[in-house]
């Protein structure tokens, strides 16, 4: 019987349970997985689910090719359970990737920003490596005992993080029991599902072997969930390469010139991230680093510098404009530039002399950063210099 000839039920009415009200706090709960086939993995998944939809995350352990395998990822649905964001970042081999993929809800997927023609008509997400993924379509289609649909996944290979569209069947066999079939390839398995659509037993692939509530985000995890960004915004276009190579962590020497001539060469670190959804890059500035700081910190004034950069482009000037903040010295720097050939030029003015920041001989895995100052006969002079090497 097609799905569409049947009446749809959420799936915890279907099992005999009270449709959970939903509050304006979020419900969550954690389950663990062995996988029972060859006993080479285990995955850790929890659930959020509020008013506005529901979060899938997790991370997965297992042994590929004789090598560690982690994968860490979130599925974001909207109310409906309808797929709309996935972030994967996996570790193998002693290589990190990552992979986001954004649905319209419609039909219409991005894969890291680019729009994804070949994922056209997909609608819900399948991470091969998962047996959580197949709550997705079971709680979207809510189908009543006895009927069948056909569906189109976007189906994530690991360790390849290739992306296939992949035609799926799905039918309710029983209260909690679904026929999962890979209409491509003829693979078919019985699912028992708890009352998310999580499965409890997978086919003897995945077992569910322990489930509870789950403790709140803690603070310091939600602020960075709400703050920091994958990948640059698809609205900044070809301007996300000027600052983009500067994605991860730096290291090594700074230089501050004195004003008797001696030069104070201290080590630093240098973080960098995309946040706000992308539209801006934020960095941490850090001298000494963290690792030399101590109890006997410098002074202000001394190059002691725990700060921040965010960078924004302005479309219309054609213009990065950056805002530099170090709460240890009070500095407050405005700052706008672009690249120029091999150089990126960033100008300024402080106290009404003008300033100059500069990246130079930029490399995959190094570069040079120099700060000047403007004198009244219109030369600048050096005001720091920081030679730094990428640790991550």
Not at 21 to 46: K, N, Q, S
Not at 253 to 278: C, K, M, N, Y
Request: glycine fraction near 10%; charge should be negative; hydrophobic fraction near 40%.
């Amino acid at each position: 019987m097609a799905a569409g000839l049947c009446t749809p039920t959420l799936l915890n009415r279907r099992m005999g349970c009270p449709m959970m009200t939903r509050e304006a706090t979020a419900v969550t709960r954690e389950v663990l997985w062995r996988r029972v086939m060859d006993e080479l993995g285990f995955e850790h998944a929890r659930v959020r689910r509020d008013q506005e939809g529901t979060e899938l995350s997790g991370l997965i352990l297992v042994a590929e090719q004789g090598s560690p395998l982690r994968v860490e990822y979130s599925v974001v649905c909207d109310a409906a359970w309808r797929t709309r964001r996935v972030m994967v970042t996996q570790t193998w081999r002693g290589v990190r990737r990552s992979l986001t993929l954004e649905h319209d809800g419609g039909g219409h997927w991005r894969r890291d920003g680019m729009e994804a023609q070949e994922l056209e008509g997909c609608t819900d997400v399948d991470l091969g490596l998962s047996p959580s993924t197949n709550a997705l379509p079971i709680n979207r289609l809510r189908l009543d005992e006895g009927c069948t649909a056909e569906i189109q996944a976007a189906w994530v290979r690991f360790p390849s993080l290739d992306v296939t569209p992949a035609r799926q069947g799905y039918a309710r066999v029983g209260p909690a029991r679904y026929r999962y079939e890979s209409l491509s390839s003829g693979f078919n398995a019985m699912l028992d599902v708890d009352a998310d659509g999580l499965p409890v037993e997978y086919a003897g692939v995945w077992r569910q072997v322990a489930e509870g509530p789950a403790a709140p985000e803690s603070p310091a995890e939600a602020f960075t969930n709400a703050l920091v960004s994958p990948e640059p915004s698809s609205e900044l276009g070809d301007a996300a390469a000027t600052f983009g190579w500067l994605v991860g962590g730096w290291a090594g020497a700074i230089h501050d010139p004195a004003a008797d001539g001696t030069v104070r060469q201290s080590e630093g670190e240098w973080w960098f991230h995309w946040v706000l959804e992308g539209r801006a890059l934020q960095d941490v500035f850090i001298v000494p680093s963290r690792r030399t700081r101590g109890s006997a910190q410098p002074q202000p004034g001394t190059g002691n510098r725990y700060g921040t950069t965010v960078r924004t482009f302005d479309a219309a000037a054609g213009l990065w404009r950056i805002v530099w903040v170090n709460p240890v010295t009070g500095a407050l720097n405005r700052l706008a530039g672009r690249r120029e050939g091999d150089t990126i030029i960033l100008l300024g003015e402080v106290q009404g002399q003008p300033i100059r920041w500069s990246f130079h001989d930029i490399r995959p895995d190094s570069f040079t950063w120099r700060g000047e100052e403007q004198d009244s006969a219109g030369h600048w002079k050096l005001q720091a210099q920081f030679d730094l090497r990428r640790i991550a």
